[in-house]
């Protein structure tokens, strides 16, 4: 599954961050997987579901990596 | 987890004769985990141990019949198209109250979408996110979390009242469940070292209380296993799992655990799960971080104790069949042909949400858009 996040257009490390900075929440499909994604002020978590298959991970503070290959969170990002 | 020793324990029961059925033994010691505050957890009950590989699966076929919601009323402008994660729903009499993006619909008995209330906002009724609803025989709440609130409504969907709750837990599972006395929310108190608040219905400013430990500490791996799937009924039973163990705790309206079922299967050792063992890893994206697999993805208690969840594609019953005995009694998985001309290329449905009721799944997937209603 990681490897389906990390390819594919890829927007640049401080572009992203600025898109993810604060609090919110979005989801999109990518390589046949779906993602939630949230972050709020400490930490995030993220849900990736393929196949029947989901994986979870949660983190401290910023988020510091890409989600769908950058799509999200511009296509159905909710800024808190 | 200790899987080759349970494995030997149910190899050994399963291989006698005039076998309970499918292979529930009730009070044996089950496996422990490498997190001491979840061990403690499994002291304060009987268990029993479930093997969800010897139950045979039925196969359903689901086809466009089946489909709800493939109509709209006029009073709907736009169509209904349901994504992919996050849609919840629940179903009073014979309507269904559809959770997704901003809104509630209201899809009525013959599956035609009737009206929706919600809308991209913060005022009242307006949602930010993604809604979580639950409901009792009074009320639908609406967890509008990234509104830091919860909106309450009544059956007809009329706005009753928004209460602002201190909502600070990034994780994404984090749902609700309503009896007609409490409200239980996946989402920990602020400061608490517990997982689920508790409001009474009757005095909803205050939280009333919190319970079930958080067995990974804050800033420690991994942390997933601090997500809970929590259901209730109306007999103030409650159903508790923690993402990614195999483990169902059923408790009663005093929040003491009264019984745990363990889950053996392949799939579950399949999972390959990092251990429950929280440690110190420092990571900023999945790729740094350990990942957690689901085991149990959707449960649902239903008022007579009947347990259903999702394992992967398959759905499984759990019934009760004297006081805290439990025995898995069917399972199911569904597929649909991926497209009406190619019959033969047939393919798994995931199941994000379900309702099961009076021998009827409604269900909603991971990539169809749409609602389903089958038998079962």
Redesign the interface.
Known sequence: MNNLLNSGQVLSRNEMKKIVAGTGQCSCSYGGCNVEFGQVATGWSMAVCCNGDCESYSGSGQYGGTICGGQCPNSDLQVA | MNDKSLGWKVLAVCSLPLLITYCSSEDTAIPQTENQTFNTLLQEAPATIIDLDEVPVDTVLVTPDNMLGTKRSSRLSEPVFL????TRFLKIGDSLYVANRQKIYVLDEKGVWQRSVGR?GRGPGEF???IRISHNSEYIAALD????RIQVFDHNLNLLFTETKNL??????NNLALTDDFLYMGIPPHGSEDLISVYKMDDFKNRFDSFWPKIIP??LQP??Y??IIIDSNESNQLAVTN??LPYLFILNQEKRINHLLYFDSTYYRELENPAAKPVRIE?????S??????FI?QMQLNDDGTIYFTV??NLYEVIPVATNKYQLNRAWHFMIEESPSSSENLK?M?ITDMIVESDSLYFVT??EGYLFKTGL
Not at chain 2, 83 to 86: D, K, T, V
Request: glycine letters at 18%.
């Open positions: 994504s992919p994660m996050g991209q930010a996110a993604s979390y990234w509104n830091g600070h837990d990034s994780h994404l599972s804050d800033g942390g997933p601090n997500t993402l990614g990571g900023k994206d999945e790729h971080l350990p990942g957690v697999r689901s993805q992967g594609y798994s995931h991971m990539s």
